[in-house]
């Protein structure tokens, strides 16, 4: 059975960090790209991050570089996205989904797998 299972998730104050985690299970991990995604209330979800199967590449939304960092472990089938300098606007539910393409995409389309998410709050 294929599962994409996030945590991490809470209630931190601006200007704080939080580590995500999307661990995997029932799929050969390391082929596929693993993508987080937002949705904030209201909002089309969007994407954060991406990091590759093959060599590792790492993607950020342009918004979000420099406060968000993306890796994976192989070894533990779980992708890790390390938030810091949190701002209220990066409240969300916050999904990982996984894609058999090698390379990295922000098509919600070409993702296979998807988690149930994380809700991140981001207040004072």
């Known amino acids: 059975q294929v599962q994409l299972v996030e945590s991490g998730g809470g209630l931190v104050q601006p200007g704080g960090s939080l580590r995500l985690s999307c661990a995997a299970s029932?799929?050969?991990?390391?082929?596929?790209?693993i993508g987080w995604f937002r949705q904030a209330p209201g909002k089309e979800r969007e994407g954060v991050s991406c990091?590759?199967?093959?060599?590792?590449?790492?993607y950020y939304a342009n918004s979000l570089k420099g406060r968000f960092t993306i890796s994976r472990d192989n070894a533990k089938n779980t992708v890790y996205l390390q938030m810091s300098s949190l701002k209220p606007e990066d409240t969300a539910v916050y999904y990982c989904?996984?894609?058999?393409?090698?390379?990295?995409?922000?098509?919600?389309?070409?993702?296979?797998?998807w988690g149930q998410g994380t809700q991140v709050t981001v207040s004072s």
């Open positions: 029932g799929f050969t991990f390391n082929y596929y790209a």
């Open positions: 990091i590759s199967s093959d060599d590792g590449s790492t």
């Open positions: 989904a996984a894609t058999l393409n090698d390379y990295c995409t922000g098509y919600e389309s070409e993702y296979d797998y």
